[in-house]
């Protein structure tokens, strides 16, 4: 009966420490997944979000004179500026 109960109790120990160790071996995967994302976000996504902000400020500019009269420059600044700068400048590395 006592064997039994040492048995068990390794067995508990073994399967608790296998445990963590998984859980560390996860968070090291979570860690270079992280990293992988973040440099396609500096290396690619950000130089191609800050040309679409460069564009989307000269179509901005382009299309004062057609929404002025109806709408404002507001929606069109939102739509042409706001959103690409809140994307390029604002967002955290990595969080798309």
Not at 58 to 73: D, I, K, T
């Amino acid at each position: 009966m006592r064997r039994l109960g040492v048995l068990l109790v390794t067995v508990i120990l073994v399967l608790v420490a296998g445990h963590s160790a998984g859980a560390e071996g996860n968070r090291t995967g979570e860690f270079a997944s992280r990293f992988g994302e973040a440099a396609f976000d500096v290396a690619i996504l950000r130089p191609l979000s800050a040309a679409a902000l460069v564009a989307g400020s000269a179509f901005f500019v382009a299309s004062l004179p057609l929404v002025l009269p109806f709408e404002g420059w507001r929606a069109s600044y939102d739509a042409f500026v706001g959103a690409p700068y809140e994307y390029v400048v604002l967002r955290a590395v990595g969080d798309f």
